[in-house]
């Protein structure tokens, strides 16, 4: 069955870069959107963006300056950098296979992974 | 940035049926789909309701949803004690070059 797993630091410094790889297993990278949605604790889920496989985005518009995303179809995996992070960005971050704009479904996610901004 | 609107918090006895709403816009709800998630504690959402009203395989079919203009409703009928859980409708919102939209969830609780 299709497998995702988010891997990266937990703690990152203010001001500095978040960065996220997702590695799938069970599914072709190239048939399918992927997406990156976090939850800050105790609250509700935020979408990031979608990636395609070809390299086409979709990126939330409140996120969209500080984002960018990158896949490697040869490693299945794709990746999430999200830049100047605050406090604000503390959140858990979930890797999701996607059916892409406008069919915003996501299935499966990955387990999540938290990350901390945190000097 | 729009929010779809959700109740925070829901509850029932076991068998009761239990609705939760879930209100937009003309540019998400309106006129796109609306897919449902569960969260159980301590877990990764999963994907419950997808296009409005299609279960996925290994959903009961307890859990059903429905769309009529801008607001959309999930429906558990026969209440377990395992559904108590965060559940979250999400839209595509057509504006800003289109991105998706989530509700504030709704924490249910099983009486």
């Known amino acids: 069955q299709v497998q995702l797993q988010e891997s990266g630091p937990g703690l990152v410094k203010p001001s500095e870069t978040l960065s996220l790889t997702c590695t799938v297993s069970g599914a072709s990278i190239s048939s399918y959107y992927w997406s990156w949605i976090r939850q800050p604790p105790g609250k509700g889920l935020e979408w990031i963006g979608y990636i395609y496989y070809s390299g086409s985005t979709n990126y939330n518009p409140s996120l969209k300056s500080r984002i960018t995303t990158s896949v490697d179809t040869s490693k299945k995996q794709f990746s999430l950098k999200l830049s100047s992070v605050t406090a604000a960005d503390t959140a858990v971050y979930y890797c999701?296979?996607?059916?892409?704009?406008?069919?915003?479904?996501?299935?499966?996610w990955g387990q999540g992974t938290l990350v901390i901004v945190s000097s | 940035q729009s929010v779809l609107t959700q109740p925070p918090s829901a509850s029932g006895t076991p068998g009761q049926r239990v609705t939760i709403s879930c209100s937009g816009s003309?540019?998400?709800?309106?006129?796109?789909?609306v897919n449902w998630y569960q969260q159980l504690p301590g877990t990764a959402p999963k994907l419950l309701i997808y296009s409005n009203n299609l279960r996925p395989s290994g959903v009961p079919d307890r859990f059903s949803g429905s769309k009529s203009g801008t607001s959309a409703s999930l429906a558990i009928s026969g209440l377990q004690s395992e559904d108590e859980a965060d559940y979250y409708c999400a839209s595509w919102d057509d504006s800003l070059n289109g991105f998706v939209i989530f509700g504030g969830g709704t924490k249910l609780t099983v009486l």
């Open positions: 003309s540019s998400n709800i309106g006129s796109n789909t």
């Open positions: 999701a296979r996607a059916g892409g704009p406008p069919h915003n479904w996501f299935d499966p």
